[in-house]
């Protein structure tokens, strides 16, 4: 039940620099891990080739045993969260959260019931109707989370989700974000340069060293939880 893999994977730009060198790492159904290292050490770089934006100079990444970019066309397995919430401005909270939904064949009605039943395990239920403007930073990224697992994925990538927010509102949504990864028993990949939010959350730390790419070290987290 391997979900993902890194095999002997450099990452060089054309610009020349190194992001990823020689990058080895197996990541299991359900953990919640962390890529932890300084800026530019590749944590950005490693993630988006899991979502099949970018390829490996050399070496390979899988996803659910396969190329990253055909499981992101064919399936729903794969969702990304990023820094910023990137909602459109134009569309309330519930038709932001639908869109990944419209893309595919569903009837209306239970699209509609999926999106609410999602924002409201987010606690947005009472803002649907609300445009992104009318929100907060740490609202915006509820919405995103929820966007995101709207299509239900196996899989939950998030680059520094967090780093936008202040600091009561990051505890309130590291909490938030450890309840629902029990709940849903998804797999997450979680980017952060923050050694506290990453031994927070994670059940394993990927260490990456200041020299490009590097892992340095795989640290298991003991958490109370399962
Ligand atoms: P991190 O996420 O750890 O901050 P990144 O993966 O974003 O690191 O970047 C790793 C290195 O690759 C950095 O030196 C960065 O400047 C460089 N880099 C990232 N993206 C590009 C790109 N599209 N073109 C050239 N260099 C890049
Ligand atoms: P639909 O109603 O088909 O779901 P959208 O909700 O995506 O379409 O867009 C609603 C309207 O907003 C469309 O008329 C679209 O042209 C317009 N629109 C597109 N981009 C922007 C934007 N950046 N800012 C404001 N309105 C936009």
């Known amino acids: 039940n ?3 893999s890194f095999e002997q994977v450099d990452k060089i730009y054309n610009t020349g620099t190194v992001a990823l060198n020689r990058l080895n790492l197996s990541i299991k159904e359900g953990e919640f891990i962390s890529f932890l290292g300084p800026s530019g050490c590749g944590k950005s770089t ?7 934006l970018g390829d490996p100079t050399k070496g390979k990444v899988n996803v ?26 134009w569309r309330t909270v519930l038709d932001n959260v639908l869109l990944p939904l419209e893309l595919r064949g569903s009837d209306k009605k239970s699209r509609k019931e999926a999106a609410i039943q999602v924002l409201e395990k987010v606690g947005l239920k009472d803002h649907i109707k609300s445009y992104p403007r009318q929100l907060s930073g740490g609202m915006k990224m ?3 989370i929820a966007r995101a697992m709207a299509a239900k994925p196996k899989l939950l990538l ?31 990949l979680f980017v952060t340069h923050n050694v506290y939010e990453a031994v927070y959350l994670s059940s394993r730390i990927a260490v990456m060293s200041a020299r490009p790419g590097r892992l340095s070290t795989l640290i298991d987290v003991n ?4």
């Open 2 to 4: 391997e979900v993902v």
């Open 46 to 52: 490693a993630l988006r080739m899991v979502a099949g």
């Open 64 to 89: 659910f045993g396969q190329d990253p970019k055909a499981v992101i066309q064919k399936t729903n397995d794969v969702a990304f969260v990023f820094q910023e919430a990137n909602l459109l401005p």
């Open 142 to 144: 509820r919405v995103s």
């Open 158 to 188: 998030m680059d520094e989700p967090f780093a936008a927010l202040d600091e009561l509102t990051r505890q309130t949504l590291q909490m938030d974000l450890l309840n629902i990864w029990e709940k849903e028993k998804m797999t997450i």
């Open 223 to 226: 958490l109370p939880y399962p």
